[in-house]
């Protein structure tokens, strides 16, 4: 039996700024996922902070196989999470948990341990 593959840890964040274990190079905004990581470009999909974190947002961390998806809202609770969102998430048979940035990041690594976890981290607002 193949060993499932872990989500990465994220190491620090501070204003636009994430760092993230076994990555060179600090990111914006983050995807997460079993076995990796990379940039969140919101202009791939399109979004913005209203209407907030689009459904083709998550597909990817979906497609790497993570069963709890972790939607960071900004430092402030600026970049909204919109209901279809949420919906579409469940709808995929995963759960959904949406909090501010710290929250996040905390939720986040002490899932990525045990779980197959994927996240959308906004650095910012």
Request: with cysteine; proline share 6%.
């Amino acid at each position: 039996m193949a060993a499932r593959k872990l989500s990465p840890k994220i190491t620090n964040q501070s204003w636009g700024k994430l760092e993230v274990k076994g990555v060179p190079k600090a990111y914006k905004d983050a995807k997460l996922f079993p076995g990796g990581s990379r940039t969140w470009d919101w202009q791939e999909t399109g979004t913005e902070h209203s209407p907030g974190v689009q459904p083709s947002d998550v597909d990817e961390l979906l497609e790497h196989g993570a069963r709890i998806i972790i939607l960071s809202r900004g430092v402030f609770g600026r970049l909204k999470v919109p209901q279809t969102t949420i919906d579409y998430i469940k709808a995929q048979g995963a759960q959904a948990l949406v909090h501010k940035t710290p929250e996040a990041i905390q939720v986040y690594n002490q899932l990525c341990e045990t779980q197959p976890v994927g996240a959308l981290i906004h650095s910012t607002c």
